[in-house]
């Protein structure tokens, strides 16, 4: 209510400036300045007002203009006096145009803003409550570490690691974790991949394919089997936020019993699973 409230006493303001300039239009000779005084006015009180009171105000100013127009030149057949009328209006409603165009676009752009906003939080408070053991990783500097390598000519990033076996430890450190959800924290203790499974995660990144999967074991004192699936996007902006999904093999196998699967359908069932809990996470 105070910010429309301000709105309407600028726009309140911005009509009393233009009608100044208009008083002063008709009893002081302006040589011309009155139109651009009036743009300027129109520009800077348009900043502070609705899009609504902009074309307010420059229906005002064009009313102003035709007046002045009308009090200044009895003489209808003046064709320059005309030709600088037209001109002045039609900077008037160019200006106007733009002026509404940006507060159209900024508008859009502010709820598009707000609409990312509410999605990020929707995301991550799914991401809390998924049941299923999810990271969020940052891999974006390990994604440009291998972009350089590829830029410098690499083409085979296994062969690349045997003879700089520093790869490893270095993609390594690059990568950051965002978040791991309580599902996670409080079945795992971390993630323990070997070099080899390592390796095949680099090349995934490295050859831009946009799914890996593999087995890892916790990094605890348990020695547990688990199954590592992460999803790539294809939007390369968005490696700061890769979701990392771990299953516990041991505990999906002893639900195959007890549903009674085929080793086939066994498959699929935990494929399935998987992708209900990235929906919810």
């Given at each position: 209510?105070?910010?429309?409230?301000k709105?309407?006493?600028?726009?309140?303001?911005?009509?009393?400036?233009v009608?100044?300039?208009f008083?002063?239009?008709?009893?002081?000779?302006m040589?011309?300045?009155?139109?651009?005084?009036?743009?300027?006015c129109?520009?800077?009180?348009a900043?502070v007002?609705?899009?609504?009171?902009?074309?307010?105000l420059?229906?005002?100013?064009?009313?102003?203009?035709?007046?002045?127009?009308?009090?200044?030149?009895?003489?209808?057949?003046?064709?320059?006096?005309?030709?600088?009328?037209?001109l002045?209006?039609?900077?008037?409603?160019?200006?106007?145009?733009m002026?509404?165009?940006?507060k159209?676009?900024?508008?859009?752009?502010?709820?598009?803003?707000?609409?990312?906003v509410?999605?990020e939080a929707?995301?991550?408070?799914m991401?809390?409550e998924?049941?299923?053991?999810l990271?969020?990783?940052?891999?974006?500097?390990?994604?440009?570490?291998?972009?350089?390598?590829k830029?410098?000519?690499?083409?085979?990033?296994?062969?690349?690691e045997?003879?700089?076996?520093?790869?490893?430890s270095?993609?390594i450190s690059?990568i950051?974790?965002r978040?791991?959800?309580q599902?996670?924290a409080?079945?795992?203790?971390?993630?323990?991949?070997?070099?080899?499974?390592?390796?095949?995660?680099?090349?995934?990144?490295?050859?831009?394919?946009?799914?890996?999967e593999?087995a890892a074991?916790?990094?605890?004192?348990?020695d547990?089997?688990?199954?590592m699936?992460?999803?790539?996007?294809?939007?390369?902006?968005?490696?700061?936020?890769?979701?990392?999904?771990l299953?516990?093999?041991?505990?999906?196998?002893?639900?195959?019993?007890?549903?009674?699967?085929?080793?086939?359908?066994?498959?699929?069932?935990?494929v399935?699973?998987?992708?209900?809990?990235?929906?919810?996470?």
């Amino acid at each position: 209510m105070v910010v429309h409230g301000k709105k309407a006493l600028m726009l309140g303001t911005g009509i009393a400036s233009v009608a100044i300039v208009f008083v002063l239009d008709l009893n002081i000779p302006m040589q011309g300045i009155a139109p651009l005084l009036y743009i300027a006015c129109l520009i800077v009180f348009a900043q502070v007002t609705t899009q609504h009171g902009t074309l307010l105000l420059a229906t005002v100013i064009c009313i102003q203009i035709l007046a002045s127009y009308g009090h200044s030149h009895e003489n209808v057949g003046d064709l320059p006096a005309i030709f600088k009328l037209a001109l002045s209006l039609g900077v008037l409603f160019t200006v106007c145009a733009m002026i509404s165009y940006s507060k159209a676009l900024g508008s859009r752009l502010a709820s598009s803003t707000v609409r990312l906003v509410r999605s990020e939080a929707s995301f991550m408070g799914m991401f809390r409550e998924s049941e299923t053991a999810l990271w969020l990783q940052d891999f974006s500097a390990v994604r440009r570490y291998l972009m350089a390598l590829k830029s410098e000519g690499v083409t085979d990033l296994l062969a690349y690691e045997r003879s700089h076996p520093e790869l490893v430890s270095r993609a390594i450190s690059q990568i950051r974790t965002r978040a791991i959800n309580q599902s996670a924290a409080c079945q795992f203790e971390g993630i323990a991949l070997n070099e080899s499974t390592f390796l095949d995660l680099l090349e995934t990144i490295f050859t831009q394919r946009t799914h890996f999967e593999d087995a890892a074991s916790t990094a605890g004192a348990l020695d547990r089997r688990l199954r590592m699936r992460i999803n790539f996007p294809e939007n390369t902006l968005m490696f700061d936020k890769v979701v990392v999904s771990l299953t516990d093999c041991a505990a999906s196998d002893g639900l195959k019993p007890l549903l009674g699967l085929s080793d086939h359908e066994h498959g699929f069932a935990k494929v399935s699973n998987y992708k209900i809990g990235l929906l919810g996470g």
